[in-house]
T-cell receptor, first 116, second 117 residues
Framework: GAVVSQHPSWVICKSGTSVKIECRSLDFQATTMFWYRQFPKQSLMLMATSNEGSKATYEQGVEKDKFLINHASLTLSTLTVTSAHPEDSSFYIC????????????FGDGTRLSIL | AQTVTQSQPEMSVQEAETVTLSCTYDTSENNYYLFWYKQPPSRQMILVIRQEAYKQQNATENRFSVNFQKAAKSFSLKISDSQLGDTAMYFCALRRAGGTSYGKLTFGQGTILTVHP
């Protein structure tokens, strides 16, 4: 079964709305989570690294005030797209980090965000 | 900085035949992991196969095998006896084995594979 639950799977909302996406690890404690963005037929681009109990680390070019990340517990990380506009429409995927020396990594099923 | 390059945007193959997807990468690390992920139309990320850089033996998983050439920094995926369900976008990815970036993956551009009946 799924070890990472991402919700919602699909959201459509009006321009100017803020949208929250949740990523929950079900079977283990995830001190680190990664948020990716994917446009149609393109690769996954890392947006930010979410660390439990501390500020997220954003990749170059990603607006931290636009994409708010909160990782308040070892099982939940959230990505909030604030004042969303049509250009923010995309597919967002989270994944868990792994301890050093291990390889297993788990992805959420993704969230399709459509801004009208 | 790490980079992963997939030079084949699209590939097609007939059912039951064999196809090879190419991937090259660049990293200054000596120890790292390489992966092939499959993303079907459902957009789930599915791990196909992985390779530890310190292992010389090429990884295999049923119909999937890799040709890992560490010196050339090449990591190709061979799919034998292709099936219709193999139709998907395939991503090559690289991850450091140590350090603080636990699990941070660098992805290639992806290759869309279509298997024809």
């Amino acid at each position: 079964g799924a070890v990472v639950s991402q919700h919602p799977s699909w959201v459509i909302c009006k321009s100017g709305t803020s949208v929250k996406i949740e990523c929950r690890s079900l079977d283990f404690q995830a001190t680190t989570m990664f948020w990716y963005r994917q446009f149609p037929k393109q690769s996954l681009m890392l947006m930010a690294t979410s660390n439990e109990g501390s500020k997220a680390t954003y990749e170059q070019g990603v607006e931290k005030d636009k994409f708010l990340i909160n990782h308040a517990s070892l099982t939940l990380s959230t990505l909030t797209v604030t004042s969303a506009h049509p250009e923010d429409s995309s597919f967002y995927i989270c994944s868990t980090g792994t301890p050093v020396g291990l390889w297993a990594q788990h992805f959420g099923d993704g969230t399709r965000l459509s801004i009208l | 900085a790490q980079t992963v390059t997939q030079s084949q945007p699209e590939m097609s193959v007939q059912e039951a035949e064999t196809v090879t997807l190419s991937c090259t990468y660049d990293t200054s690390e000596n120890n790292y992991y390489l992966f092939w992920y499959k993303q079907p139309p459902s957009r789930q990320m599915i791990l196909v196969i992985r390779q530890e850089a310190y292992k010389q033996q090429n990884a295999t998983e049923n119909r999937f095998s890799v040709n890992f050439q560490k010196a050339a920094k090449s990591f190709s995926l061979k799919i034998s006896d292709s099936q219709l369900g193999d139709t998907a976008m395939y991503f090559c990815a690289l991850r450091r084995a140590g350090g603080t970036s636990y699990g941070k993956l660098t992805f290639g551009q992806g290759t869309i594979l279509t298997v024809h009946p």
